[in-house]
């Protein structure tokens, strides 16, 4: 099974900042990785597919890239309603796994 | 819009069965594939189980394989997972969500299972 690590676990962030997260694979994904964006009691809700589409209705503050083994989103200017958990997830291979996820704080 | 809800869930004993269905509004459901996932609350997600879109074919984690079945009835727009031989590590919030080229696009707001004696 391909195992994602998301860095780091907990990140603070003052509104207005950028914020930067990892999600690494144990094995090649190619570009077949999303992230997700889950907050308290809610649904996650797709952000990025492709490693760097913005899924329909995503701001443009939202941005990924990568490709491999080594990927990042992009959150060019925190708004408050972006405080929340981020998780990556691969496609590329069964089963679809997740990352233990970033909890973006305010700082 | 896409509707997804989740329903069936609740507390059973270790051993015991569920089953758990997502009814599914606002878009052609018999064309999509569906997925479950899981989530232990304050914790990180979990692919739990996909069908495809005419239900002939099936994928399982292995932690359940063998215990749980994932079916639809597209006359019902409903997709279901039946959840045999229940275990206390099965304690989660059970998710359904539509297939977007393998990535989970829509998502329901869940339904909690409590397996405890």
């Known amino acids: 099974e391909i195992v994602m690590t998301q860095s780091p676990a907990t990140l603070s962030v003052s509104p207005g900042e950028r914020a930067t997260l990892s999600c690494r694979a144990s094995?090649?994904?190619?570009?077949?990785l999303a992230w997700y964006q889950q907050k308290p009691g809610q649904a996650p809700r797709l952000l990025i597919y492709?490693?760097?589409t913005r899924a329909t209705g995503i701001p443009a503050r939202f941005s990924g890239s990568g490709s491999g083994t080594e990927f990042t989103l992009t959150i060019s200017s925190l708004q408050s309603d972006d405080f929340a958990v981020y998780y990556c997830?691969?496609?590329?291979?069964?089963?679809?796994?997740f990352g233990q996820g970033t909890n973006v704080e305010i700082k | 819009e896409v509707q997804l809800v989740e329903s069936g869930g609740g507390l059973v004993q270790p051993g015991g069965s569920l089953r758990l269905s997502c009814a599914a509004s606002?878009?052609?459901?018999?064309?999509?594939?569906m997925h479950w996932v899981r989530q232990v609350p304050g914790k990180g997600l979990v692919w739990v189980s996909r069908?495809?879109?005419?239900?002939?074919?099936?994928k399982y984690a292995d932690s359940v394989k063998g215990r749980f079945t994932i079916s639809r009835d597209d006359a019902k727009n409903t997709l279901y997972l039946q959840m045999n031989s229940l275990r206390v590590e099965d304690t989660a919030m059970y998710y359904c969500?539509?297939?977007?080229?393998?990535?989970?696009?829509?998502w329901g707001q869940g339904t909690l299972v409590t397996v405890s004696s």
């Open positions: 969500a539509t297939d977007f080229s393998s990535y989970l696009a829509d």
């Open positions: 606002g878009f052609s459901f018999s064309r999509y594939w």
């Open positions: 069908i495809n879109s005419d239900g002939s074919d099936t």
């Open positions: 094995q090649s994904v190619s570009s077949n």
């Open positions: 492709g490693a760097s």
């Open positions: 997830q691969q496609s590329n291979d069964w089963p679809k796994t």
